[in-house]
């Protein structure tokens, strides 16, 4: 396993840019994102980044973010123009986005629990607003926001199937506020806007899921106080990749999507393993 960088207060939100042979994350404490590649190393990409977490790419290949500062969900264009896709919901503010997926019809679905508003650690002490924690869908034709899913202790890391017929989402509720949760629920997709026959897929141990992502294969990979732990469609564990710090994020890259990068509480690993990440 190789160690790209330390130095972060907590890192998360790894994505690859395969165009550009280089990933970005968010450093959510220092209120800035980073950027590596194998050439130049590590050097700043945002700051201040309005206490970015999760990230990802749309199908036009621009940057997606969850920002708990402002409460929002951006894009970020080619240009460099940043774009406010989601804020409010009925008129009220969002609790504090914090991870986010694009399926190939180009909807947006994004995890909204509180971890942004409990302090000045990870954004800024606010009001929860919004009566419940939830999983959002934002519409690629109109922009409208929907709620998925609406009964969740702390909804967290999301990731599609690589057919895009289940949605997993982690429930990392154990690790601030007195919750209970520290496990992985399943959704069967219908029509690509709703969910159904919402089940536990995985109870992690120990800690708490936090970012997952999924192979070629369909199996899960997601995060853990001990490592990343890899799980096959039907739960059963396969195995752990041991990382010496707790790991709050993942992602797949490098030219063959076969470099496993790992986000883990000061640093950046990378690590090389036998299958592909799921485009």
Known sequence: MDVLYSGCRWAEGPVWFGDHACLVWSDIPENRMLR???????????????HSNGNTRDRQGRL???EHGRRRVTRTDHDGRIAVLADAYEGRPLNAPNDVVVRLDGSIWFSDPTY???????????????P???????DPATGGLAIMVDDFEQPNGLAFSPDERVLYVADS????????????RAFDVVDGQQLSNG???AVIEPGQPDGLRVDVAG?????????VHVYAPDGTLLGKVRVPETVANLTFGGP??????????TSLYAVYVGIQGAV
């Open 36 to 50: 590596w590649d194998a050439a130049t190393g590590v050097s700043l990409f945002r700051s201040p980044s309005d």
């Open 219 to 227: 199996n899960v990979w997601t995060s853990a106080a001990d490592g």
């Open 64 to 66: 997606v973010t969850c």
């Open 256 to 265: 063959k999507r076969n470099r496993l990068f790992i986000t883990a509480t």
């Open 173 to 184: 509720s154990r690790s601030h506020d007195g919750g209970s949760g520290h496990h992985i």
């Open 116 to 130: 942004g508003i409990m302090g000045h650690y990870e954004g800024f002490p606010g009001a929860q607003e919004q």
């Open 132 to 138: 419940t924690r939830n999983v959002y869908r934002i």
């Open 199 to 201: 089940r536990i897929f």
